[in-house]
């Protein structure tokens, strides 16, 4: 049986099945193959009946000495059997589930795993009514086969953990081919088990140990060819490309940077000064810049930007959202009035003529920087001599959409890239393995610590007043709730009822505005700028203030319903405030009834500001899964490395991947597999 086959050819897949195991995502037998189990429930080793100590899990077998059937108090049906292990007896009670009648009967061995506790009445010392398995054991099977750890897959009602091991068992029967893809000489240096072994052991292993062997090889063939992947990326674009040569800062530059109403910090002049050594080499650059929310990264764009203009070239700056867009847009005209650099605003939102009349400028070099979202990877935006390519917030790209953007002119152009998504430094190796990076870990000086404060809903009166206070002595605030989603059944307000609730209430006389993701881009962009301009003095809004909104004078920001936002999001969130000179402060109003892990991951926000240790806190409280699902990276997901704890084995991969760059045949393999692998996803990715 091949990989690629679909599972409706195994046995005891109907359509039906099939339907629903697609729905879970499996539709080939390599989905299923790597569908891992998330624990194990070690049956490994078997509890004698005499000695079990109730309320603790234990791993019974015995004989059925007795059946009986009946009606519990509430109307339930229950079938009980007691069995002999030789020891003692014990009671084993099912509820309601009258198709095993015909199955268990005296005799029959069974094989049970669970919580006893001390019985009732009837015969027996303990019962066990809550099994979390169970098995009847076939008269050829023998007790030996059933002792192990048992795999606990991700389950649904009607596809239990018991059709899961069965399938499993079927697809293995159905010997699948299941090909090494890991050179010979990586998998005996590095010690690791072959792939057929490691897919065997990791859904049937006999004990902890070959979970660990097996969870290791597998970890690591994601890693290593991931790894491999973007090396390969790199070298490709540096080999075969060649890269614009921009030459030594000179006039213009300078120009600009004696401008600028500040100096660059420490971090930043080391990240500009790596960027201008990327810029004048030869092959193409390939940066990072990572920098908490506010580290001022803007501005090292800008000067890029203004470097590949200076010498001859166009540059590109794509934002995440049109407001942010438009924001770098005003700033950009702002800064650099005066300098002779034409720069154009390309939103989704133009008009047909005045966008076609945009194409135009931009092939034919009548602009120099073009500003704008997503809008600048589509099909007919033609730069006539592109430079730089500049990402900002690149965690709302996939890499697919950077490479899309690095086709656009005919000689590879310089990329940088900008985030403020606070990667821990091993996950970096991982999504951004093809980049350079350049870290901004201080703020610019004079910025006063935020003020973040956790409050009860019954305390909003009196927050909403210092909100007021901190108003009349002229600042603005913003107030922030979270989308309503339908299936939630807790009544919540919405964006608009707070909105009105407040300007009629605490905030009369007060100019409020209101922001939220269905309103037209117009309506948007016109209340966006009366708060720049600070006609408006209270701003209630979505998430969709969450990027890159810089309004310093903003220095209040209040969160209703604070537990529904992720961690990451609530520090993207308070990053708007905290960017003047006045103290700033943040309240996260949270639900009385608040679950405990969110109380906990609030108390994160009140006791943390720096954007790495939040994430790190966030993704030990969530587990990587969430976290590193939640960004959208444009990687193939991980379906079995952990980032946070498998960093020794990411630390391996890496090198073996740099091995594997110095071995000609060994990367020839790889990249082989790697297309078999990822198909046109990898491709995707590798396309520039
Ligand atoms: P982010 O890294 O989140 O994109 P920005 O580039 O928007 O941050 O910068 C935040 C604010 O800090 C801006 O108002 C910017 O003008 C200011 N800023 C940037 N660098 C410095 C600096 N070295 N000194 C003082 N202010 C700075
Ligand atoms: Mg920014």
Redesign the pocket.
């Known amino acids: 049986m091949e990989l690629e086959q679909s599972i409706q050819y195994l046995k005891g897949v109907g359509p039906k099945k099939k339907a629903m195991l697609q729905k879970l995502g499996l539709g080939l037998v390599y989905d299923l193959l790597t569908y891992f189990p998330h624990g194990y429930e070690d049956q490994s080793v078997l509890t004698r009946i005499s000695d079990i100590i109730p309320g603790e899990r234990v791993t019974v077998c015995g004989t059925v000495v007795n059946v009986s059937e009946r009606c519990s108090a509430r109307k339930m049906q229950m079938l009980q059997a007691l069995i002999s292990d030789g020891s003692s007896y014990m009671q084993i009670i099912w509820f309601n589930q009258k198709f095993l009648k015909n199955k268990i009967k005296i005799g029959t061995r069974l094989f049970v795993t669970g919580k006893a506790a001390y019985a009732y009445g009837g015969h027996g010392q303990y019962a066990m009514s809550q099994m979390s398995s169970f098995e009847i054991l076939e008269a050829e099977d023998e007790t030996a086969n059933y002792c192990r750890l048992q795999p606990v897959y991700s389950a649904t009602e009607k596809l239990n953990q018991k059709f899961f091991r069965r399938l499993m068992e079927t697809l293995f029967a159905a010997n699948p081919e299941i090909p090494e893809v890991l050179p010979e000489n990586i998998r005996k240096r590095y010690m690791l088990v072959g792939r057929r072994q490691a897919f065997h052991q990791i859904h049937f292993p006999k004990s902890r140990e070959e979970v660990e062997q097996a969870r290791k090889r597998l970890a690591f063939e994601e890693l290593y060819l991931i790894q491999c992947g973007l090396l390969a990326l790199k070298r490709q674009i540096c080999e075969k490309h060649k890269g614009i040569q921009h030459t030594l800062n000179s006039t213009l530059v300078q120009k600009v940077f004696s401008n600028l ?5 420490g971090n ?1 002049t080391t990240a500009w000064h790596d960027i201008c050594k990327d810029m004048e080499r030869s092959v193409p650059m390939r940066r990072l810049i990572q ?9 090292l764009a800008m000067l890029a930007l203004v470097k590949t203009v200076e010498n001859g070239y166009q540059g590109a700056l794509m934002a995440p959202t049109e407001i942010l867009a438009q924001q770098h847009y005003e700033g950009f005209l702002h800064s650099l009035t005066g300098k002779g650099i034409r720069i154009g605003f390309l939103s989704g939102r133009l008009t047909k003529k005045n966008r076609e009349m945009l194409y135009k400028q931009i092939s034919g070099q009548e602009i120099d920087i073009v500003i704008g979202t997503h809008a600048l990877i589509q099909e007919n935006v033609h730069f006539a001599r592109l430079g730089l390519v500049v990402t ?1 917030e690149q965690h709302r790209f996939g890499i697919s959409q950077r490479a899309e953007l690095e086709k656009k002119g005919d000689v590879l152009p310089d990329v940088l890239v ?1 985030t ?1 998504t606070p990667i821990p430094r091993t996950m970096t190796l991982t999504v951004y393995g093809d980049l350079d990076v350049s870290l ?1 870990q201080e703020l ?3 910025r006063k610590e935020i003020r973040t404060f956790v409050r009860v809903p019954n305390r909003r009166r009196l927050i909403y007043e210092f909100v007021r206070r901190e108003i009349e002595s002229g600042r603005q605030a913003y107030v922030v709730c979270p989308l309503i989603e339908m299936k939630e059944d807790v009544p919540r307000p919405s964006a608009e009822e707070v909105y009105e609730e407040l300007r009629h209430g605490i905030f009369q006389g007060i100019a409020c505005g209101l922001l939220h993701g269905r309103m037209k881009a117009k309506e948007k962009e016109s209340v966006m700028q009366d708060f720049y301009d600070n006609q408006i003095s209270l701003l209630v809004a979505t998430t969709v203030i969450e990027v ?1 909104v ?1 309004v ?1 004078n903003a220095s209040i920001m209040v969160v209703e319903n604070a537990d529904h936002f992720g961690l990451a999001q609530l520090h993207q969130l308070r ?1 708007r405030i905290g ?1 003047g000179r006045q103290q700033s402060y943040c309240i996260l109003i949270s639900q009385q009834k608040a679950s405990e892990t969110a109380r906990e991951r609030l108390h994160i926000m009140e006791t943390t500001a720096n954007g790495f240790a939040l994430a790190e806190a966030d993704l030990k409280l969530r587990g990587p899964g969430q976290f590193f699902g939640s960004m959208q990276h444009g990687l193939p997901d991980l379906k079995i490395a952990d980032v946070l704890s498998d960093v020794d084995i990411l630390l391996k991969a890496r090198q073996a991947a740099l091995e594997t760059m110095e071995n000609q045949e060994d990367l020839h393999y790889v990249m082989g597999i790697l297309a078999l692998q990822y198909k046109e996803h990898f491709f995707k990715i590798t396309a520039t």
């Open positions: 109403p500040f100096n660059l910090t930043q920098g908490d929310v506010g580290s001022g990264k803007t501005v900002d900008m403020a901004i610019p000086p004079g890159g810089d310093p990053g960017r």
